[in-house]
């Protein structure tokens, strides 16, 4: 099993991103979905999670409004799409899956390699 994020890069303030979590040798439906990031000398913190049965559940109060989840069952992936970047989102970013119908940092059964985000002032 292997549990994968990819589609990080260098983006501009304001610009946009699109993460992928994808799963090889697992079936994401039946999992809830988290995602995490950690900046340089900070510890990981939660960015948000995707239920199971599709919603949502911020941990972080400053990306609402500007970060989405989104699932696609047929492609085996769930998508973070990431808006109007600010320097503050550098991070490595992660996802995890727990197959619960929510994920806590108690539950996770899989964690995937992270990709880097980068936002340049």
């Known amino acids: 099993v292997q549990l994968q994020a990819s589609g990080g890069g260098l983006v501009e303030t304001g610009g946009s991103l699109r993460l992928s979590c994808s799963a090889s040798g697992l079936t994401l439906d039946p999992y809830a979905i988290g995602w995490f990031r950690q900046a340089p000398g900070k510890e990981r913190e939660g960015v948000l999670c995707i239920s199971s049965r599709g919603g949502t559940t911020y941990w972080t109060d400053s990306v609402k409004g500007r970060f989405t989840v989104s699932r696609d069952g047929a492609k085996n992936t769930v998508y973070l799409q990431m808006n109007d970047l600010e320097p503050e989102d550098t991070a490595v970013y992660y996802c995890?899956?727990?197959?619960?119908?929510?994920?806590?940092?108690?539950?996770?059964?899989?964690w995937g390699q992270g990709t880097q985000v980068t936002v340049s002032s």
């Open positions: 995890a899956a727990a197959r619960a119908t929510v994920l806590t940092l108690l539950n996770v059964d899989y």
